[in-house]
């Protein structure tokens, strides 16, 4: 079988056609991607960052004064310090053994 002139400009302009339309498609979805992405995506992770930003500094300042309350205490009783850190390191050193 074969095709006539006709029918193979038909079947060119039919195959430019459904490349066009596969590129507007194409180019469509990548627009859809991209405005998912500045709609949900990016405000979702800034999101989580601030959160992890404001956990780190609840973490910090926690630490912080956890520190300067021990300092305080050992300061305070500093014999009583001492006595609590040899029995804490004798008891480590038979559990470790």
């Not at 956990?55 to 300042?61: L, Q």
Request: no cysteine; aromatic share 4%; net charge positive.
């Amino acid at each position: 079988m074969f095709f006539g002139k006709k029918d193979k400009k038909k079947a060119a302009k039919a195959a430019v056609a459904l490349q066009k339309s596969a590129q507007d498609e194409i180019r469509s979805l990548k627009e859809q991607v991209e405005e998912l992405l500045n709609d949900r995506v990016t405000p979702a992770i800034v999101q989580a960052a601030d959160k992890a930003d404001q956990v780190v500094h609840n973490t910090k300042e926690l630490t912080d004064h956890q520190m300067k309350h021990v300092s305080d205490k050992v300061q305070s009783k500093p014999l009583i310090a001492i006595v609590l850190s040899i029995v804490i390191g004798y008891l480590l050193g038979r559990v470790i053994r």
